[in-house]
């Protein structure tokens, strides 16, 4: 079975403009931070490691620049307006937006208040592991197939709904054990929790 499509969110973005009323800007920032704990929703954690989007650049999954994982693109991959590349921190991302496009013109003022300041990434995992054996199950990424990068408003899986569809799905694919074992530790930590 085939995981489904998730997001998660990385680091802040940078954003680099020109006079005031120039509506280009250059994008720059981490989709994705290597190492760190990041909890997905209140079910567990997840920790992507270095090398993870190795595959995927050296594939070429045409990846898009989006806002808040949707719309049309405003860079690609595959068109040579976006770049991408895995460093000591993360999967580093880069673009310049052109200033002639009316989404582009609508988005520079956002991010240069701050509305828009983070930056996410949409991916499947090919390659992942999951660890039960603590209080909090803890998935660890090895490597994904990339779908895009993203602007966003609003961190991923904040809600504990959303937080729970995707990692019964991410499990699916594993043995009946595994889901079992995962359900048990979380029933476990919402008990202990109710205390």
């Known amino acids: 079975m085939t995981q489904p499509r998730e997001i998660r969110t990385g680091a802040p973005i940078e954003l680099r403009t020109g006079e005031e009323g120039d509506a280009s800007a250059r994008v720059a920032g981490y989709a994705a931070v290597f190492g760190e704990v990041t909890m997905v929703g209140d079910y567990f954690e ?42 000591e921190r993360g999967l580093r991302v880069e673009t310049e937006l052109d200033a002639s496009d009316p989404d582009v013109a609508r988005l520079v003022p956002k991010m240069r208040r701050g509305d828009l300041s983070k930056m996410s ?15 909090m199950p803890r998935r660890t990424i ?10 966003v408003t609003t961190p991923a899986y904040s809600g504990t709904e959303i937080g729970l569809r995707s990692m019964e799905a991410a499990l699916a694919a594993g043995s ?3 889901v079992a ?15």
């Not at 490691?49 to 991959?77: K, Y």
């Not at 090895?142 to 779908?147: I, Q, R, S, W």
């Not at 074992?181 to 205390?195: E, H, S």
């Open 121 to 135: 990434f949409g991916f499947r995992a090919t390659r992942d592991e999951w660890d039960k054996t603590g209080d």
């Open 142 to 151: 090895h490597e994904v197939e990339l779908f895009d990068v993203s602007v």
């Open 181 to 195: 074992a995962i359900r048990a530790a979380m029933a476990r930590r919402l008990r202990l929790a109710r205390l």
């Open 176 to 178: 009946a054990g595994d």
């Open 46 to 87: 997840e920790v992507i490691e270095r090398g993870a989007f190795a595959a995927a650049l050296e594939r070429g999954d045409d990846t898009v620049f989006l806002v808040d994982h949707e719309g049309l693109p405003l860079a690609r991959t595959s068109s040579g307006t976006l770049q991408l590349a895995e460093d």
